[in-house]
């Protein structure tokens, strides 16, 4: 019998690890099923601190890599499915990315070091042995750096023209209007981190989702929103920042008040502040390695 790949985790994650992989595989039919990110590591952190007088919890989420067969329009729906499924019944938090074969071996050979790191850092839970991954091409540090400055150039300026936009509208007691250049401002700056760190977005625009993907490159990022995660307060103004991408612009029944609005757009700043701070802090720190 081959050695347990998840011996270094608790049985207990173990058991909600390989009740995951079971879904997966009866939900997705996959080619290869890998887990990746800190449980694959061993670097899983499940804890709470104090920060400022509030009590800050962190959770290690169980991040799969499902690899498909071939491309599909309902990867989204996989996704949403699996993780709902395991969301009710487990303890630990899923996170699922799709994508299939193909892509992932297009990002291989354009050196994208999100998938080079989870075949190498990952632990593959599930292959069917029909599908293979391409050598990954290697990368010089002063490419990797021009690269992740280019991504910078072009998504941190986006985001920063979407919260100019908001600021103008804000000044204009257009709150709704407001609140849709928020969102995609922040959208803008979750994709600049995760290009700038990785290489790498996810073709969605649920800012929950994206905040979850960006957990694992920066936790003050992670914490501005939904800090404390049992703040009600904290929720409603997520929320009313989440459903400004559809419910601000089409629905009758989406109202957000000025005080919250100006609420949402300092958080939004702050957030700006943040995000070019840690990029160029990744950026700079890229030519000394290799």
Known sequence: MSENPLQ????????????????IIKEADPAKVILFGSHATGKWVDSSIQHDGITLTYES??????????KSDKEQAII????????????GITSILVHSIDYINTGLSYGQYF??????????????????????????????KERSQNYFNIWFPMGNEFLIDAENAFNRKSYRKANF???QAAENFYATVML?????????????????????????????????????????LFELLRKGYVEARYSIDYDISKEDCQTILEK???MKRLVEEICKDKINSIISQN
Not at 8 to 23: A, F, R, S, W
Not at 61 to 70: E, G, H, P, Q
């Open 61 to 70: 989420d169980y991040d799969f890599l499902v690899v498909t067969k071939k």
């Open 196 to 236: 700038v760190f990785s290489g790498y977005k996810p073709t969605v625009h649920n800012l929950n989702k994206l905040r979850k993907y960006a957990k694992h490159l920066s936790y003050d990022l992670y914490s501005l929103f939904l800090t404390p995660s049992d703040d009600e307060e904290e929720y409603r």
């Open 80 to 91: 949403s499915h699996i993780e709902n499924k395991c969301n009710e019944d487990l303890k």
């Open 8 to 23: 270094h985790l608790p049985q207990t994650k173990q058991d909600e690890i390989n009740t995951v992989l079971n879904i």
């Open 115 to 144: 998938f080079i790191r989870i075949l190498s850092e990952g632990i593959t839970l599930f292959d069917d042995g029909k599908h293979e991954f391409l050598t990954p091409k290697k990368l010089k540090s002063t490419e990797l």
């Open 268 to 270: 939004v700043k702050r």
């Open 181 to 183: 250049e928020l969102h």
